[in-house]
């Protein structure tokens, strides 16, 4: 194999490697949900409900009701958190 076929060969299998990674996290969202008022100080997953900042790592407060991260379906409101932005348990 001469260094053209094996340079097209592996961004070939680096191509199929990055589908295969975007499908598994498709597929793992799939089973999560936004849990609010759970998220430790810098460890939220996005932006603030209340617009505070607009990225992960940036909240202030441990368990601040607007700031949340995703956690497995069904498991939120055990974990003392909320579906809803805004609402303390």
Do not use: R
């Amino acid at each position: 194999m001469d260094k053209k076929q094996a340079l097209i060969s592996g961004a070939l299998a680096g191509l199929v490697s990055l589908g295969l990674s975007v499908a598994a996290q498709a597929d793992d969202k799939s089973a999560k949900e936004k849990c609010y008022g759970v998220a430790k100080a810098g460890k939220n997953d996005c932006a603030a409900a209340n617009g505070s900042h607009s990225c992960a790592g940036q909240s202030k407060a441990d368990n601040d009701p607007n700031e949340w991260k995703y956690v497995a379906k069904g498991t939120c409101e055990k974990m003392g958190g909320s579906l809803e932005a805004g609402k303390k348990k």
